[in-house]
């Protein structure tokens, strides 16, 4: 399969080096049929759209913008960027 895939980092805070450790996520591995029925397994960032609240489905692209938000669309994280950036500039004026 080709495509991207998801990191997901965690600092252990119990270690002085600060070494990470890190989960690898593709589609593969997030829609296998074990974790298909496990919902529970998925990070809760990819189980709805940040935006519009619509249920994400497995096997559908799933556009991501700031690392932790999953959207259903193009467009519902278009619209995100551009609250963003308006709320940006709202605090710098």
């Not at 002085?16 to 074990?34: A, D, N």
């Not at 799933?62 to 963003?84: P, T």
Request: include cysteine; glycine fraction near 6%.
């Amino acid at each position: 399969m080709v495509g991207l895939s998801i990191v997901l980092e965690n600092q252990n805070s119990g270690n002085i080096i600060g070494k990470k450790s890190s989960q690898l996520i593709s589609k593969t591995t997030m829609f296998s049929s074990s974790q298909l029925n496990h919902p529970s397994s998925l990070p809760s960032f990819l189980e709805h759209c940040f935006l519009c609240k619509q249920k994400l489905l497995p096997g559908k692209d799933i556009y991501m913008y700031k690392g932790d938000r999953g959207f259903c669309s193009v467009e519902c994280r278009c619209r995100q960027i551009f609250m963003d950036e308006e709320e940006c500039l709202n605090k710098e004026n």
